[in-house]
């Protein structure tokens, strides 16, 4: 096999060679993820009929004999093709003396996008006609031999990046999407990243994958869980949210350190950028806190993070949940820019304005203020008007001003101020959640804030006896730009404490978590965990637009696979051995006559 | 962090010092999995309380004030207690003078299996008090300070290997059979031998893990896929048995070499050693040929081989489905012993013996016999008589004489007789299997040998016209011990050939698999792949007596998990959203009346 030129590059340490603003071009960020002066870059043409791939040649190639496998991007007057391959791009000469007949009839003859073998010799392009923005465009392929091995048809679109195309032709030929070079680079970017990780988690900190069933039971009030029906009449396994109860278990069990890159279900409907299959980085550790958790996941990211972004910076900073409402109206705030919000009550304590006046005259009333650097100098009149209009269809919810900032925030970018640097990657802790919210039905009732297995804060247990609503937890959630990419806790591992908690503060039927319960009485050890968002921190990471574009097969915003027509029917009688009939909507409504 | 002993463990090479034949020993034998001089041992002890584990420590340690953290294994008299953790067993002296008097009230009031944390140094054992058989003997830990972190209530058995329970009861407290020597072992060296696959496959090899859907479409003939019901009436998603479909799709996108650690689903109802989701290493390339795949994983299995087993040997022997099947009456021979079945019709061509004489004449008739060595030495009479018994009762079965061949095995080995060495692991590869077999409900009728996306054997393809029965497949089966724990093939990749033999020889509706067919027609590489069991290789390897002791929660051979008591039902609210109701047993009849 040849790979000198992958590891020339190596070892010249061509990290990092492209910013994300700058235009893409085949073969040149893939490559840069995988050059690193810790890493080995793999054997791209082992086990198989090509010597090398398309993208690899170089002029250290020159007069080498090779064996291309590839799709016919482009052909030129019958002169010349561009050979793709998911390496990259290579000029191939199509030969056009009278004894290469077939060989020039098989090349020439071939539609775009067919898949073709050449054999042939790596020379120099003649001198002016090297082609600098093209990694291979120092040299060209002489062929001697070449194969059709599959033609291809009339295409539904043209596989080149500058054609738009509607994302839902996109999912119908998803195999032909796969082809454009940002599907090519976000899958195996997430492959890499997600191999970065499971080194660190396994081979460095002795984290042992685990695999735990996604065929489970109902959780408490699980109302966003498929179900499956099983051969038992009335009987149903469920597709879990997390694997958050088996996790707790394993800690139980003894297993110490487990993580799993777990494929996890919620059934919400119709929901955009929301999938009804998503996978998540899950890790739970035995005699840990939530400094310990922390540590691990900074370390974690900065070890998995891509060669052709900037590095990661740790610690991350920390601010408490009632800090992040304060100063940047939610939870999780986007801390690329400032335009914090200000109190300035103060200012006003004796103003005659009427409003203010009101405002500041109520229990815990005060007046914040956002300050927008330069905004007069780039804000319109009609921009001024949107934001007065945001502000009065927002009115009376409490994250009015976070969210008046962030429509700010686009504002001003609409009018050509950088506020979010597309290349900075902002990390932040949020931590200090209150343990329990009011019910929305019944504020009088409680509810998790999170779930009933986060233990409470250290100093706020006595809280629990007495005022339960103030009760702090030892929940943490990761922020990255705005987005909450994690999130997890400390757990409780006393069984007086989670039946306390389940039982009387929030009035759960404990008896479908008897076996949780069970488990915490023997001899489980004190632990937390955390679960990261999978897709969206490879979203965030590749700056797509949607999760969509970092996973292969997704499902529409309505569920649906456009590609296969899922989800489908099913004829009845293979309904009969799970014992379940179809109740049609207009079936109700004959039966309620 | 302290990790000099495993350290000078490593470099000291002791690697494999334990054979499975021998009694195991806490924390060795996961050791050993992790001994090998290009691995780095990971650090236990990061980010947690702890300072050390409790099977680290060695006499290197002597002087160490060290934190542990783990559970009371055994305590004697009030003067020293066990103290294990995942890695180990270690002896805490408990202190008695007066001044201790706190710490010694915590270490003799928890109860066995209560989880403690301890301070203190490390000294040596009194002299002729050291434990040579186990790996912390010559040491033993002088206690400063203990917490009781959790304390156990009465256990419903003892955690101790040689306490036999029933599997029942350790389903139902999985959680703390968990705990157990054996399962540590066991999901520890899956995690070690997965994430030695993937560095195999994707950083020396280019593979890249992509995940793919599991709410999927039903495949046509699916009977065995779990529905889930959607939210749409009558619309169902399909839980597929493995990512086929999308993995050829992924090659047609370009993506070049796929594998995935997949999440598989059947519904074969209550059958012995099978799980209703189960996993298996999912690899797919495109421009391969069967050899390519065979020496991928056979390098593979080298490559991920456990450091404590003798090492796989490749090349791996290859036999014909045809020479398997003459030869050991099977297409998945053990072997590892001999007794082939010879025929010996030549022998008896003059004989006047009526039976004998009988099966001759007939059309293809033959005499096979299987020599079993030194036979009349081990086998009783009764033996003998079992061995007829068996013969008559599998009459007319094709594959008696396979089954014969293992019965006599068997035989012979309650006989005393080491006939399967269980450190030896024999791989066979079983190569030009049938493309088409005749369908059991209707003999005139073809159905697929494995699936319909199986390229026919290159010298077979004009059969394809004229007897496609006789056609050979390029599917390749693994074989190791008489198992089967991999398949795979070359699939089709012309449009033109899958459409004729799915609707002219296999007379499918190709409506259901029209993105394939489609898919197919643009450009499609060729390709192969191959699926390994990787419950069923674990099992294996570790020389375990059923797959779920290498599956953290099992289900029950009946699909339940009888820890949580799944399935379970739910209310019928809750089967409004998805439109279905459930139709039991009795309901069916007295709608028939």
Redesign the interface.
Known sequence: MYFPSWLSQLYRGLSRPIRRTTQPIWGSLYRSLLQSSQ??I???S?????TNTCGELRSSHLGQEVTL?G?IQYRRQNTFLVL???DGLVQVIIPQDESAASVKKILCDAPV???V?VSGTVISRPAGQENPKMPTGEIEIKVKTAEL?????K?PFEIKDFVKKTEALRLQ???????SFQ??YN??L???M??KM??YL?????????????????TPGG?KE??????????????PQSPQ??KQ??M??????YFQVA?C?R?E?SRPDRQ??F?QIDIE?????QT??Q??IEGLLQYSWPNDKDPVVVPFPTMTFAEALATYGTDKPDTRFGMKIIDISDVFRNTEIGFLQDALSKPHGTVKAICIPEGAKYLKRKDIESIRKFAADHFNQCSLLGKLRLECADLLETRGVVLRDPTLFSFLWVVDFPLFLPKEENPRELESAHHPFTAPHPSDIHLLYTEPKKARSQHYDLVLNGNEIGGGSIRI??AELQRYILATLLKEDVKMLS?LLQ????????HGGIALGLDRLICLVTGSPSIRDV???P?SFR?H?L????????PPE??KP????????TDFKVSAH
């Open positions: 890493r080995r793999p054997e791209f082992s086990f198989v009929v090509r496998c799709w793709r391959d998911f996008e067919s898949v073998q091995l599959n033609a291809c048809k295409l030929y998803r195999y032909l999407d796969l082809r599907m090519q899958l195996r997430r492959s890499q997600v191999m499971r080194e396994c081979n460095l900190h002795g984290f042992v994958d685990i695999e735990t069933p996604t065929l489970f039971k109902r109302a498929f179900l499956v029906p099983s051969r038992e009449p009335g009987k149903f396994y469920s597709l109860q088996f278990l394993l139980v069990g003894g297993l110490d350190r494929r279900y059934d409907g009804p299959e996978t550790m035995s005699f840990v806190d310990g958790i540590s691990l591992h006393n076996h488990a915490l009485d023997y001899g489980a050890p004190p996973i292969a097969f499902k569920g696979d590609m296969s027509n899922t989800p489908d029917s099913v293979e309904l799970y014992h379940i009939q179809v109740s049609r909507p």
